[in-house]
């Protein structure tokens, strides 16, 4: 089975940047892609951004420009640098991917945005 683990959420002020980290470990296999979902108060889950094996990444409309998402494969990290911060960002973000046929999420970190 495999564990992720989110870090660096916080409070940050409107226009600020934040950087999310996910480190996976156990029995990784055949991971394809891994990626970053959030939920606000009273909303569904939704995906935020994924990066795929090969490299390539694709966001969700409401990010892009914004939002980058990068892989260290060799620490089986991926990273979320979240820039120009807004209110409508404030949620729970999660990690996600697939490993061996079965899915895993990290316990999600808090980000909220607020003057």
């Known amino acids: 089975q495999v564990q992720l683990v989110e870090s660096g959420g916080g409070l940050v002020q409107p226009g600020g940047s934040l950087r999310l980290s996910c480190a996976a470990s156990g029995s990784i296999f055949s991971i394809v892609a891994m990626g970053w979902y959030r939920q606000a108060p009273g909303k569904q889950r939704e995906l935020v951004a994924i990066?795929?094996?090969?490299?390539?990444?694709n966001y969700a409309d409401s990010v892009k420009g914004r939002f980058t998402i990068s892989r260290d494969n060799a620490k089986n990290m991926v990273d979320l640098q979240m820039n120009s911060l807004k209110p409508e960002d404030t949620a729970v973000y999660y990690c996600h991917t697939v490993s061996g046929g079965r899915i895993y999420w990290g316990q999600g970190t808090q980000v909220t945005v607020s003057s």
């Open positions: 990066i795929i094996s090969g490299g390539g990444t």
